[in-house]
């Protein structure tokens, strides 16, 4: 067995050195192709992209929590909204850079994450998705009715977009633009979270999905931990908002719907939860779909069942989770 | 219901007045409704002891490992750890001050390979559990004490293989790496050996026999194979109801009537 095992191992540490090496160049390729993408596609994809990036991040940051975590959060919109209003607000009332906006809507993010999630990291399974789903209501409801600060159903809209901040003389009006910086702020918003993923602190918080007892048991502080984790996934939930504002034009309550919380669920499911990067190709599915479905149809959602329907039934892993296995069963 | 009566003085307890007991524990008792699941337990645990406890199904074993590793509260008692009150403190705070346990149904992490596994209890008692930004698949360190610990268990050779896959006997084993990954002083083993062959049995019994020797370790561990329980102990308790019925060497153990009774029914009931 021992002597078997070191020539079983040899060859596939070299293997997944390789695998590493194509994931790299592969990942490089495709963001070159998304900063290029705004010269060779109608301008419509460029939103439509926008749009990719953002829900991606959206997911992704819920992923870090129900993925990784093992906590099913029906609220993650509270999140979102929080951003979005944040940075609704701040350019409103004080006009200040873009960069100067996103930090400080993540930062509000965070925070509310931090209140909300004390309540709920005690609760397990479909109490904590309740608990989630119910303060997630509440934030809507403050929303909606908050009109001297939030403008009720209307939202914020008309705020100017200004600087976008450490000297850089950015065009953030043109859209190509505002793209690119949504792209780079996405990529290292999703570097950061995909370390956090690999880090100790990931590795405990896998631990917890599958066992949590047994973590506990470890000396570890499953509770503390569940709402670290929580809470850096509203902050770049937050992000995530802060910069879907400005490029929706308006912060309105919609983004703060408990509609709006099933989408990262939805995405998350629909790309595969196991990989990092399935909540990026889910929510790129997901926006497609739904942009090209509606061309021709306002039963879009009807499309999207039954899509999703199929995958629960047949591809547990999601669409990009049975890709990735199928070229590793292959090699 | 018969008070609790001591047929045999501990053979342990002779050391009691050089060296304060590791665990002490007094009046403890659990209630579940009107059931005292544990009712009334002292019992004193010396360094470097091996203790078995045994005693029928329901007798209180697992209740009584509940209680002292914080997975439930007591109604009342108090349990004294090293000098330290750690009476009602939750999982995570025992066991950082050193006592580990495992369970009777194996409770490891089944997704993670047999490696990672004991790194999630490595990286608790290094105190990584909050470091977000640090590689833990580039730790080399880490994964030499993993594999080190893996080792002793005679798993090493499947150090990436996830531990779900793993044979019933190698996860009881794994888990066993675990409890001693957090590096405890007081080590609670829950039927360690339920369900393993003769031959995985002897590998653990031997193995326990080994840690014990090293006196980096005291043992409690509960047992239904009465030549585990017999080849390990320095000191078997008896437990009936809820309470101590005996306590004593193997050989006072074996002779007495009243563990006779206990198990083989209650004549005087």
């Known amino acids: ?308 329907a199929v995958l629960v039934i047949f591809f547990r892993r999601g669409i990009f989770g049975t890709i990735v296995d199928g070229l590793a069963r292959r090699r | 219901m018969t008070p609790p009566r001591r047929t045999a003085v501990a053979e342990g307890s002779r050391a009691a007045g050089d060296v304060a007991p590791l665990l002490s524990v007094r009046g403890l008792s659990k209630r579940f409704g009107g059931v005292r699941a544990v009712d009334g337990i002292d019992l004193d645990v010396q360094p470097h002891e091996t203790v078995a406890l045994i005693g029928p199904n329901g007798a209180g074993k697992t209740t009584f490992y509940n209680l002292l590793s914080g997975r439930m509260q007591p109604t009342t008692g108090t349990v004294v750890f090293d000098g330290r009150d750690v009476t009602g403190l939750a999982p995570h705070e025992i066991s950082r001050l050193g006592i580990s346990r495992s369970f009777q149904i194996t409770n490891i992490f089944p997704e993670l390979t047999a490696r990672e596994n004991v790194e999630v209890a490595l990286t608790a008692v290094h105190g990584r559990a909050l470091r977000l930004f640090s590689r833990a698949a580039a730790d080399s360190a880490l994964h030499e004490e993993a594999d080190a610990l893996l080792a002793r268990l005679g798993l090493v050779a499947l150090a990436t293989t996830r531990a779900g896959t793993l044979s019933y006997g190698d996860k009881r084993l794994l888990e066993i790496a675990i409890v001693l990954a957090t590096r405890p002083r007081l080590v609670l083993l829950d039927e360690p050996t339920a369900g393993m062959t003769p031959e995985e049995t002897r590998g653990v019994v031997e193995l326990v026999r080994q840690l014990a020797a090293s006196t980096q370790y005291t043992f409690l561990i509960t047992e239904h194979d009465m030549e585990v329980v017999f080849g390990l102990a320095d000191r078997i308790v008896v437990l009936h109801r809820g309470r101590v019925l005996a306590q004593g060497s193997a050989d006072e153990i074996r002779v007495s009537r009243e563990v006779r009774e206990a198990y083989l029914g209650e004549p005087d009931d």
């Not at chain 1, 709920?120 to 009109?147: I, K, N, S």
């Not at chain 1, 973590?215 to 992000?239: D, K, M, Y």
């Not at chain 1, 790309?271 to 021709?296: D, H, R, S």
Request: charge should be positive; glycine fraction near 10%.
């Open chain 1, 1 to 308: 067995m021992a002597s078997g095992g070191e020539t079983v191992l040899a060859p596939a540490r070299a293997g997944r050195r390789a695998l590493h090496v194509a994931t790299g160049a592969l990942l490089v390729v495709l963001l070159a192709a998304l900063w290029l993408l705004p010269g060779w596609v109608p301008y419509f994809y460029v939103f439509v992209a926008t749009r990719i990036l953002l829900m991606g991040l959206f997911a992704a940051s819920f992923n870090l929590i129900f993925g990784y975590g093992g906590m099913l959060s029906f609220g993650h919109a509270a999140f979102f909204g929080a951003g979005a209003y944040t940075s609704a607000l701040v350019l409103l009332h004080f006009g200040w850079p873009l960069v100067a906006v996103i930090v400080a809507a993540t930062i509000v993010a965070a925070l509310l994450a931090w209140v909300i999630g004390a309540f709920c990291v005690r609760l397990d399974e479909v109490y904590f998705a309740m608990l989630t789903l119910a303060f997630g209501m509440m934030v809507y409801a403050v929303v909606h009715q908050w009109r001297s600060l939030t403008n009720g159903s209307d939202g914020i809209a008309g705020f100017p977009l200004g600087r976008f901040g450490l000297g850089l003389d950015l065009q953030l009006a043109d859209p190509a633009v505002y793209y690119r910086v949504v792209l780079v702020v996405v990529a290292l918003a999703a570097v950061v979270l995909h370390r956090i993923t690999r880090s100790p602190f990931g590795l405990l918080l896998t631990a917890i999905r599958q066992n949590a007892e047994r973590v506990s048991f470890c000396g570890v502080n499953v509770r503390r931990h569940r709402l670290i984790a929580f809470v850096i996934a509203g902050a770049f939930a937050g992000l995530a908002g802060a910069l879907f504002a400005p490029f929706n034009r308006v912060a309105n309550p919609d983004m703060v719907h408990w509609t709006q919380s099933a989408q990262p669920v939805l995405m998350t499911i629909l790309g595969g939860t196991g990989y990092f990067l399935g909540p990026f190709f889910g929510a790129a599915i997901f926006v497609l779909l739904e942009t090209w479905i509606t061309t021709y149809t306002e039963r879009w959602m009807l499309f999207l069942g039954v899509v999703l």
